[in-house]
């Protein structure tokens, strides 16, 4: 048996951290320009819709930082969403559709993400690859690549 | 006929047609089976201990751990009228298909029986053991709205294990026992020595010893060790007349191969939706499921498909859910809690009741001075438990049952020590290997992938945690009171102890029924398969008697 307040903090940390994995699927306000990280002009606007979809709730700051370290793309946004759109036609259909499309098809990347094995642990939290980038850009002090 | 040991003539001989060693529920599942069936065949049922707890019985079982963190050996089986079904849990399940079969990735894994040979014996047990009739699909238990989480069912799938009441064999068979005519029961008798034949082909008798009383010998033309796994191992390592590594032990395999279902905390699930109830899956004592038509009551599980674990390389593992909220979970395992149930327990002193089971010995004072420390967490549960329903919740525990992998390493020994019938004490060395780990592990992310691909949440992993994971501390992966593997089963004397038919190989009438005799030990709790077991050697034994 392990010291009580040890046991206390584990929990506690455990359940705040689980409310931040499930925050993106639970946008309930958009994101102000405080929030956002500097992108490159051609990627701000999926940029803005994607953060616009997922919201930017301040309890993922820890979480965000970490998704941003365990991700291939690293510390550059532009990358991260370039990563996200994938090719020029996903791009500019991310620029184009209404926020419910846009939610809907990223719920349906990140299953797939899943489906297909492409997860990441992060902080013990196995998150799709999609859904870590996600994460990665509400992180405000990322590098504009 | 119940007796009592002590009572029997110092130096006597009993002869009797078949000699049963231990009066657990594989002892007295075959004794009564041959009371009923064979009322012809003269049977002597041996109990070291007596109709209910006695401490200086109990205190036979001491031993020593080396090795994995284990639980004092004392507390781990009981010594008395129905043995460890005294304060078992009543988890029944039958093994799975795919748990009898070698598999590549494990070695020495598989048994000389396919799951279809053990069937009808299964359907059997489950009236021994008082649950509903033998069907684990679940859709029987899906009903108002409790229905089984939505994933692949080529990758994961929802098993059901049904809870006995729990039966004590002690108290539900006794009378059986007693009316039998064809059946003497002896409490207090202790075997302390197997005696062979000179040529080791056949046991000639063993001797009894009580403790300040009687000794004498019983004669048999068939014999059953029925002792339980560590007191099997411990009779034929230490019955040397004949043979000085022990009888059945020409290739050293006696003792080896010691295994354990390792429970372990898998991950906390975080379901998408924060009003998500657990229904079936709930492994709550108290919430566990009724099937309607039968009124079996019922607890579902995950678990990997045969192709999974195929692909995987996986053990059999399977996982059960249970709520927890952070007061709910610190209090579960509180200090408090812990010296509360040693107060309020009635039935067993608390150093054998599992609930109330201490690491340490504590004294009254101490007990009371931690629940006065943790008032507050004991009002947190109480009121957690009996007033709030579980809907609020929103976190879950994921705990798995992991079949060990066959190990010979892991293994049983006698020690220098002496008991009070000069018996060697036994040392466990449990040994975990790394087919163990990978399981634990890779489980725990296959799990994760799938709830998340089902959108049914997120999946924090435990197995990385220093505290919780792998390897064991007492909050973490740990034994779950099975004992198996001792007198491993196989065709081959050089592989296995006991062949298909639980006989000793070399040795014409001595027979195990046990867990001992488990070559692989699946993931399911085992007690259903030790009856099915034993009902199988019973009508082995009758078809012997004609």
Sequence with gaps: ?145 | MLGDAREVPDGSVLDTDVCIVGAGPAGITIARELTMSSPSVDVTLLESGGLSFDASAQALNRGYNEGFPYYPLEITRLRFFGGTTNHWDGLCGPFDTIDFEPRDWIADSGWPLRRADLEPFYVRAHELAQIGRFDYEPDGWEVDGKRRLPFDPERIVTGMLQSSPPTRFGTVYREAIEQSANVRALLFANVVEIVAAPDRAQIESVRVATLDGPRFTVRARQFVLAAGTIENARLLLASTAVQSSGLGNEHDLVGRYFAEHIVAPGAIFLPSDPSYELGIYNWRSRSLTIRPSDGAVGVAYLWPTERIQREERLSDVRALIEPITEPLALVASSDALTSLRWLAERELPYRYDREAWQPEDLDFATNLSRIIGGLDELAIFGYRNFFQSTSDFRGHNIVFSIEQAPNPDSRVTLTDERDAFGLPRVKLDWRLNEQDKHTYTRFARILAAEFGAAGVGRLKMISDHPLLGWPATSAGARGGWHQMGTTRMSDDPRTGVVDADCRVHGISNLYIASSSVYPSVGSVNPTLTIIALSLRLSDHLRAIFG
Excluded at chain 1, 30 to 47: C, F, H, K, L, T
Aim: hydrophobic share 45%; net charge positive.
């Design chain 1, 1 to 145: 048996m392990f010291p009580r307040n040890s046991r206390r903090r584990f929990l506690a940390a455990a359940l705040q951290v689980g409310a931040a994995a499930l925050a993106w699927c639970l946008p309930k306000r958009s994101v102000g320009d405080a929030d956002v990280a500097p992108v490159s002009d051609g990627n701000e606007a999926v940029y803005r819709r994607l953060l616009s979809v997922c919201g930017a709730p301040r309890e993922i700051g820890s979480l965000a930082a970490a998704c941003r370290r365990a991700l291939p793309e690293g510390e550059c946004a532009d990358s991260i969403v370039a990563a996200i759109a994938g090719t020029d036609e996903r791009h500019r259909w991310f620029q184009r559709a209404d926020r419910a499309s846009v939610a809907q098809e990223l719920c349906a990347m990140i299953r797939r993400d899943f489906t297909a094995g492409r997860v990441i642990d992060v902080q013990g939290w196995v998150l799709a690859q999609t859904e870590a980038r996600l994460f990665a850009l509400h992180h405000p002090v990322m590098d504009a690549g």
